[in-house]
């Protein structure tokens, strides 16, 4: 089944289960006496028990149901089931709490994409005229594509692989460019790989994405 292209999909959902690049900037300035040991501390430590959590969770429910696990694997258990419900509510209270990191990151990109001034990414009126716009669309959406497994598939193809292979090798580029003759032989050694990395995702998302739209015809 690895060899198989539809193995793709998985690969797209576990980028949107690491995603949190765009919040970056923000952890690193409000994390206390922010250094960059401390910041690779938290973000190493962060990201390992997130991993052993996905792990954990994904390896169980299929190993419980296979081939007939749903997107969403609380559904494949009964409603009556005590421990589940309480599982239910849980999930429903971190994505409630959770929602908004993600949401602030959303807005504040496309503001930044927008062009809006300085004096507009300050003005309480202009955002929350840009959070009712965002959240109006999305919840739209959200009405219509109920199918868990594309929307994770889809999102991690395009916007996950973007944010985590692409992005960050172009923007690693253009820092050694920048820096000149004062960027070391390791950092210009390096830009062939970061390279490499960014056609990698390219490659990936591509396939990811084509998959993730023909399980929905």
Not at 22 to 39: S, V
Not at 134 to 152: R, S
Not at 191 to 215: D, E, K, N, Q, W
């Given at each position: ?47 390992a028990v997130s991993i052993a959590l996905m792990a954990v969770v994904a390896s169980l429910g299929f190993l419980t149901f296979g081939a ?150």
């Open positions: 089944g690895v060899l198989n292209p539809n193995s793709f999909i998985l690969i797209c959902m576990l980028s949107t289960a690491y995603m949190a690049h765009f919040n970056a900037p923000k952890f690193y300035t409000e994390l206390k006496n922010n250094t960059l040991k401390r910041y690779n501390t938290v973000v190493s430590a962060s990201f007939g696990s749903s997107p969403l694997i609380l559904n494949n258990y009964s409603s009556k089931d005590v421990l589940m419900s309480i599982s239910r509510v849980a999930v429903a209270v971190s994505i409630v709490f959770s929602y908004p990191l993600a949401f602030a990151g959303l807005r504040d990109g496309a503001v930044d994409i927008l062009g809006a001034s300085g004096e507009k990414k300050a003005d309480i009126g202009y955002l929350n005229k840009m959070t009712a716009l965002l959240l109006g669309g999305i919840t739209a959406l959200a009405w219509k594509v109920k199918d868990l497994a594309f929307v994770l598939s889809f999102g991690g193809a395009t916007l996950g692989n973007a944010l985590i292979y692409v992005y960050p090798a172009l923007m690693f580029r253009s820092a050694v460019k920048n820096m000149g003759d004062k960027a070391s032989k390791g950092l210009k050694r390096e830009v062939p790989f970061a390279m490499f990395s960014a056609a990698l995702g390219v490659v990936m998302g591509g396939i990811g994405a084509t998959m993730a739209v023909r399980s929905i015809l």
